[in-house]
């Protein structure tokens, strides 16, 4: 069957002579406006499936097996940044430079499964809310979520802002980090190349002087590392230059809601996030 | 005597010349300059910077105690984005540095401002499968420069004016061979190897004469039918056996040896389908430079499975070993196990881990590695150290005879490998099957060090670690001086007996190259590419 070898041929591992990592990925020559092409039916979880299968065989040697990558970049969150017509677009187009190659020989019902499955990996642990979304949002106005975070521009800073956070968590992961927030870090899509570290890790850096600074990490290099403390101010530490310097994993400037919220404020603040950006 | 005055003339206009500070390019670049590296460190001429790929340099103006004071001299912003993994060559004035994927540009030493600029006319329909489009360097020889092309060419170019003088197709791009290395320049001959081991093809290594780019020999890493070897594969899978040869190596010119190593067998995860050692996939070859007959080989990961590729550049070496002298070549292999071997009989001395492996419970008295159960990709996945990008990658070691340590940049990663259903055919690259894939451990879960190993024992003597996936080679000078970068764009200076940190600056993207050094004007500069930049430092 030739369509099933072309498949196979696209199992490109980026796998012998020097690849790149992911922030090279990134750079590079946008894709040329794909074919005109069948639109997208609705994902089911067929479809997901299907995609799954599909992309393991042919996408996984690069972006790793769960979208996370490899060789290749973290993709988990690529529907919710690229749409997916970008998705489309990028799969079909092949971008010039990075080492992916164009899929050109892929149906279009088998581009649209893979791209199903890749919305699904935003959305690991289910999305279907239970709660009431109006509700949910009495709830998030109640509780001074807003301090930290902004919705649609309003709201603070120190945590990120949850303007699409329906598109890119599912229920039980929004779940899991309300009742454990240090427990659940996200990756931290904040800059290209910190995609492979969880974004919000607090570390402790006690300086010569015996100053303590509890922030979060925003970057770090082998002799730096940039924190933010919970007042939201920047701290620059050069770690030569400091008596100590430890993370703190578990730890979270947000606190838990566990014992906070009941259960059917819980799910209702979850309906509500799950609903921004257009998801639900 | 005319011609007398005519010398005079010549010996005053140069002198003028160098009392304004100007600077004429002569580009002649003989072998016996290349022979006699050492004795002229001004210059790197070639891409490990002597033919035993050392990466060690005489030069100790930039040393221990002044180094802190480093400032930079000039940048040069490539005009050509994309993967710059480009090590330079510095000769007579001018640095010839390469462009991703195939532009060859020429640089004033002095100032970074570019002489001439060589383009690559490429295929639409470029094949790259298993590697990105980029290139890691040329070789100089006389008054030529020679790149070989991501579409699989060689070319050679005037030294001083970019102008094609030959052009020899190496491989069939149509068929996958593609080329990112940078060539190695002997006696007359252009040494050259090729990648695209997951096209479905067999490895192999050329030289071509340097003047007209005739192929003078082919030495293929695949034995075919009736030869030695070939009994290594089960069935037919010799025919797609990969075993490319897609990094540069070195060359003995008292023996007239080549030290070349070799890619991983294909499919790649999965190796069912070829069962036995699959010779000479991932494995380092000594080759007859005259002939290209195979001297002997050394095997370091029989039936590969994890994609760990033998290609890290050989560095040679002489040294006492129990009291004997010995020629050694060594290596710091993607497998995790660094390897000192007898360059003149291939002979296993002696080898030990050099980063966290978990894959072999150690070497044997050959040097064969004893291997672990339930460390082969599986369908479920199996955790296994090193990961994927191994040990160490395509990025070069160093060895200084000054300090007799072995300097490896590595990574302590490991991955999860997953076993798929391969399926690849001769010489057909729509049929490329990886046979599985893997995930890496990385980010916190992981970190680079550059660690310096005793030459003759792997023993480590310190370590300097690093944040995240580092991708930079390793330089090492008479000035007692280690460089490096991390992945996040901090190119460093260390103590290179004691690994202590002396000098560093944030460089804005990450270092994917080897660092070089040379001089000019009596000053010497050190040279760093990160991200799509050359930047190149000196003393104030």
Known sequence: MRLARILVAARVALCCSGFIGIQLAMAQTPPPPPPPHAPHPKATPESIAQGKALFEGTCAVCHGIDGSGANGPNIREAAVTMGSEGLYARIRGGPIGS????????????????????????????????????????????????????????????????????????????????????????????????????????????????????????????????LRDSDGRLHSVNKFDVNELKPEPGKSFMPSYKDKLTESQLNDLIAYLSGLGGAQ | MKAARFTLCGVALVMLLLGSRMRSWAQNVTYDRILHAADHPEDWLTYGGNYASQRFSPLKQINKQNVNSLKLSWIYQLRRTGIAESSPIVADGLMYITEPPTTVTALDVRTGRPVWRWTADLPKDLLTIGLFPTNRGVAILGDTVYVATIDAHLVALDAKTGIVRWRSEVGNNKEGVAITQAPMAINGKIVVGMGGGEAGLRGYIDAYDAKDGRRLWRLYTVPTTGEPGVETWEGDSYKWGGATTWNTGAYDPESNTIYWGTGNPAPDWNGDARKGDNLYSCTLLAIDADTGTLKWYFQFSPHETHDWDSAEPPILFDATVNGKPRKIVAQANRNAFYYVLDRVTGEFI??????????????????????????????????????????????SS???????????????????????????????????????????????????????????????????????????????????LVFCADANGVFFALDADTGKPLWNIQLGNSVRANPITYSVDGKQYVEASAGNSISVFSLP
């Not at chain 1, 791209?115 to 509700?135: N, R, W």
């Not at chain 1, 106005?141 to 603070?156: E, L």
């Not at chain 2, 881990?353 to 064969?368: E, N, S």
Request: glycine residues 14%.
């Open chain 2, 398 to 480: 160093s060895y200084s005879p000054l300090t007799g340590l072995f300097y490896v940049n590595t990574r302590e990663q490991g991955a999860y490998y997953y076993k798929g259903r391969p399926t690849i055919q001769p010489a057909n690259p729509a049929d490329v099957g990886g046979g599985g894939g893997e995930k890496i451990l990385n980010g916190d879960a992981a970190y680079s060090a550059v660690r310096a190993l005793e030459g003759t024992t792997g023993n480590r003597k310190w370590e300097f670690r690093m944040i995240g996936d580092s991708w930079t080679g390793t330089l090492v000078t008479a000035g007692g």
């Open chain 1, 99 to 226: 080492g992916m190659p164009a899929f050109t020989t892929l149906e279009d019902a088998q581009v649209w499964v893979i791209i199903d499955y890749v919305s699904s990996l935003g959305h690991e642990g289910g999305s279907i809310a239970t709660g009431d979304p109006a509700k949910g949002k009495v709830v998030y106005d109640a509780n001074g979520c807003a301090k930290c975070h902004t919705i649609a521009m309003r709201g603070g800073d120190l945590g990120p802002d949850l303007s699409k956070i329906g598109t890119m968590r599912g229920t039980i992961m929004l779940q899991r980090i309300m009742t454990d927030p240090g427990g659940n870090l996200p990756i931290d899509t904040s800059l290209v190349e910190r995609a492979a570290y969880p974004a919000y890790l607090i570390y402790r850096a006690v300086t010569r002087q015996g100053h303590i600074i509890e922030g979060m990490r925003v970057d770090e290099d082998t002799f730096s590392i940039q």
């Open chain 2, 350 to 395: 002696t080898g030990q881990a050099y980063a966290k492996q978990t894959w072999a419970k150690g070497l044997d008295a050959k040097g064969r590695p004893i291997g672990l159960p339930d460390t082969e990709p599986s369908t479920k996945g199996t955790l296994v150290y090193p990961s994927i990008t191994g040990g160490v990658n395509w990025t």
